[in-house]
C-alpha cells in the first residue's frame, strides 16, 4: 500500500518521480496500460466492454423493461422517518480519482462547503478503478490535475495518460486538501462517487422527502466520468453531502469515515411469533421490506424499514452518547434483536403496519431497549452473516447509503 503525500505542493522534479512511482503501485496499471496517445481516444462506454458477469457488480436492480434503478428506503433518524438510497456493500477503503482544473481557478474543483464545482472542472474525471475491480471503492482519495490554457477538456481519459503527461511536465499533479472546518482542519479530500451502468436512475428523486408533503428532496445528476479511456457513469453525493476527510485512524492507505445503521431484528430462532416470522424464509427476521421482499406496511412498496440512523448531512444527533459524530454515507451495521418473549414490549413496523409508527426510531430508543432488557446486546453484523468479504473491512458489513436531503438544504 502507499502513503499519500501530506501536503499541495506542486509536483516536480523527483518529486514528481516519487508520486508517479506511488501511483504506479495505486492502479497497477504501469506495466499493463499502454502508451498514453495524445489526445487519448474515446473508447466508447464502458457497458460495451463488459459482459454480462462485469455488468452485475454495478449497484441497482432492473426493471422488467431492463432499466435500472437503485432503491430508496424508509427508516429513522432521532425519531423522525427519513429516506435514503441502498447502493450495496462497500468497502472502507478508497480508490483515486483525478479532477481538472485551470489553474488560478479558486473554486475548483469544490467550493468552501466542499460541494463539487462541475462546472468549472476541466472535462470530466479519470478514476483509477471500476466495479469488480481489486480495490475498487465509491469513495474516491481526489488528487488535483492543473492544466495549462491550450489544454482542451477530456485530453485525458486514463490514468495512464496523466502519468503521462505528468511525466512530460505538461500538467501538475497535487494531492487536493480542503479546509473541513470545525476539529478536523485542513486535510485530505474524499469524494463519494456511485458508478452505475448508463441509464441508471435514483428511486423517487426530486419528490418529496419522506413524510415531509410539499417538501422536495435534491436531484443527484448522473455524470461521466472516464475509467481507461471508456465513458462510465456516476452519481456525484458531495452535491448533498460534500466532501469528507479521511478516517483519522487509517494506517496507510486513507480509509473513508463511517457512521451506523441499526437494524432490527425479530428472533425467530428464539420462538417469535410475530408477523416478520411468520414469512416464508426469514429466520433472520430482518423488520425491513427489502430484507423480506414483503410489503409488511401494505402501503403498495418495498422501502420500508425499522433501520435506525445515527447521523445525517448537516445535522448532528439529539443522543449525546454520538452528539460529535460526522456524518457519513458508508453505515457499519449493528443488529438490534428483539427478544422473543418481549415482542409486545417493542412495536415495529412489522406489528404497526404503518411505516411511520414504530417504539424504536432512535438510537436513544434502541439504548432503552437494551437497559429494559427487550433485546438482545448489539453485535456487529458480521461478513459471514452477510455472505460477503471486502478488503479493508476488518470482517465487518458496511452499508453505501447516501441520505436523501431537501432541494434547499446548504
Known sequence: MWQALPDTRTISGYCRLLVLAALCMATAACDTDPPASRPETDLGPIEHALDENGLSVFPGLKRADGSHYIRQINGFFNGEQTGYWFFGFASRATADVFVFCREGDKICPFDAKGHAQWSHMVGSPVFARKPGDVGFSPFWLVWLVTVPADYQPNEIKSVAGMK????????????????????????????????????????????????????????????????????????????????????????????????????????????????????????????????????????????????????????????PVDADRVYSPLWRVTKVAVKAEHDKDVTLIDDTHDQAKSSMKSVADVRAGLAQGFVHPLEFVDEGMTGTAILGNDGLTFFSCPSQVAFDAP
Open 164 to 319: 503521462a503527461a505528468v511525466a512530460a511536465g505538461r500538467v501538475k499533479l497535487t494531492l487536493h486538501m480542503h479546509d473541513h472546518g470545525g476539529t478536523i482542519g485542513v486535510g485530505q479530500t474524499i469524494m463519494h462517487c456511485a458508478h452505475v451502468v448508463d441509464g441508471t436512475t435514483l428511486e423517487r428523486a426530486g419528490e418529496d422527502l419522506v413524510n415531509r408533503p410539499g417538501v422536495k428532496n435534491r436531484i443527484i445528476e448522473r455524470r461521466v466520468g472516464w475509467h481507461k479511456q471508456y465513458r462510465i457513469h456516476f452519481f456525484d453525493f458531495t452535491a448533498s453531502e460534500g466532501v469528507t476527510s479521511p478516517d483519522p485512524n487509517s494506517a496507510s492507505r486513507p480509509l473513508m469515515r463511517t457512521s451506523d445503521i441499526y437494524v432490527a431484528f425479530r428472533d425467530c430462532a428464539g420462538g417469535s411469533k410475530s408477523t416478520t416470522c411468520g414469512l416464508v424464509n426469514t429466520l433472520a427476521g430482518s423488520v425491513s421490506e427489502r430484507g423480506t421482499e414483503t410489503d409488511l406496511t401494505g402501503d403498495g412498496d418495498k422501502r420500508d424499514t425499522n433501520n435506525i440512523l445515527v447521523a445525517f448531512p448537516g445535522a448532528l444527533p439529539v443522543d
